[in-house]
């Protein structure tokens, strides 16, 4: 735990024999061209690792930067939960999550708006006609299709 990360990575190599069940994953000095390639793949993101960094047991060194392939999408606001904060959020009319993470300046405005567009409501949520239209970013697509951690960016008009 205490030897350099690139002397880590060489014992590891020298120890797993690649196969379809467990591989060492390649390093690479240019990050930038890294998350590039991460990014045309879709795929979730790249960690930065100091090479001379320690090994720090059950939490993430400080010489460690996760950098995330956020993906951003437009859609719509459904409805909004009666108990703790969140707008329920469709794409095309299907559900595909649940954003809780809005500033104050745009949860006021919208709530003056939302009043205008009520559809229904049961114990829990206040449905809403999806007139509004906003863009969130979001870690990737869970299996169910969900989207991952939705954040509110802007509204779309």
């Known amino acids: 735990m205490k030897a350099p990360l690139t002397d880590r990575l060489d014992i590891l190599k020298q120890v797993v024999s690649p196969s379809k069940v467990i591989t060492v994953c390649d390093s690479f000095e240019d990050g930038v061209q890294l998350f ?19 090994y720090h047991f059950d939490s993430r060194s400080p010489n460690w930067v996760k950098v995330k392939n956020y993906l951003c999408d ?34 006021r405005a919208f709530a ?4 205008q567009l009520v559809r229904g409501e049961d114990k829990n ?15 990737c697509y869970t299996k169910q299709n969900l989207l991952r951690t939705p954040s509110f960016v802007e509204f779309v008009i």
């Open 125 to 139: 949520w206040i449905y809403l006609h999806p007139h509004i239209n906003c863009k969130v970013r979001f870690q």
């Open 74 to 107: 437009v859609v719509q606001i459904g409805a909004i939960r009666k108990s703790e904060f969140g707008w329920s959020l469709l794409k095309d009319g299907r559900y595909v999550g649940v954003t809780e993470f809005v500033p104050p300046n745009e949860r």
């Open 112 to 115: 003056k708006v939302a009043e």
């Open 36 to 54: 590039d390639a991460v990014k045309q793949l879709g795929l979730e993101g790249i960690v930065s690792k100091n090479t001379a960094s320690h």
